[in-house]
């Protein structure tokens, strides 16, 4: 019954590496979106894609690369980790990408860059 | 610039204790207005999605309102399991959904 799912829930790894981050809703919605929370909770958006297509991205540094296989699925692979990296990243998903859409989110997967 | 401000960033309260936590907003445009709770570990759970002036919406002991410039989440004799932090967002403006979040206030409710 889970809406939308987030895998690994945790992942330590060390600086230099790279590591990926999957989610996946079973809700029908178009959009998906990443989310990262820093240590102080505030919560700001990465990237966006609707039906596959990437319609927000952030000022994320290129390390960072999501890929959608279908409207279904949003992963987010990490090159070159860096301990700035550490933080909880956070999955969601809302039936189109209309400014009015609520967004409903994933558990979160807490990144640890040591 | 565009901004969310929450307030206050903690509050305690006593269990049956009404009270009141704050969302103001800077953005042109607001098209909504959207509350979160989100509990130690888990991902934000929707509440409440208000989009104009005036709106009220109520769930359990939980109330939200919109003004132009703010909005507020009126708690109604809480109990424990009410602690959480709340989080406030905004969307406006153009057409894509990006969501503005506050900095949440913690709510600790004491038996």
């Known amino acids: 019954d889970t809406a939308v799912s987030q895998t690994p829930k945790y992942l330590v790894t060390q600086m230099g590496n790279d590591k990926s981050i999957k989610c996946e809703q079973n809700?029908?919605?178009?959009?998906m979106y990443w989310y990262k929370q820093d240590s102080k909770k505030f919560l700001k958006i990465m990237f966006s894609y609707n039906n596959k297509e990437l319609i927000i991205n952030e000022t994320v540094p290129n390390r960072f690369s999501p890929k959608s296989p279908d409207k279904a699925h949003l992963n987010l692979h990490i090159n070159s980790l860096e301990l700035g990296d550490s933080a909880v990243y956070f999955c969601a998903s809302s039936q189109e990408s209309r400014v009015t859409d609520t967004q409903y989110f994933g558990p979160g997967t807490r990144l640890t860059v040591l | 610039e565009d901004q969310v401000t929450q307030s206050p960033e903690a509050l305690r309260l006593q269990e049956g204790e009404s009270s009141s936590l704050n969302c103001s907003y800077t953005?042109?445009?607001?098209?909504?207005l959207f509350w979160y709770r989100q509990d130690p570990g888990k991902g934000p759970e929707f509440l409440f999605t208000l989009y104009s002036a005036g709106e009220e919406k109520e769930k359990e002991r939980l109330k939200a309102t919109l003004t132009k410039k703010e909005s507020f989440l009126h708690i109604t004799a809480p109990k424990p399991e009410d602690s959480a932090t709340y989080l406030c967002a905004v969307s406006y403006g153009g057409a894509t959904n990006k969501l503005i979040f506050g900095t949440g206030t913690l709510l600790a409710v004491q038996p």
């Open positions: 953005v042109s445009g607001l098209r909504g």
């Open positions: 809700l029908g919605h178009d959009t």
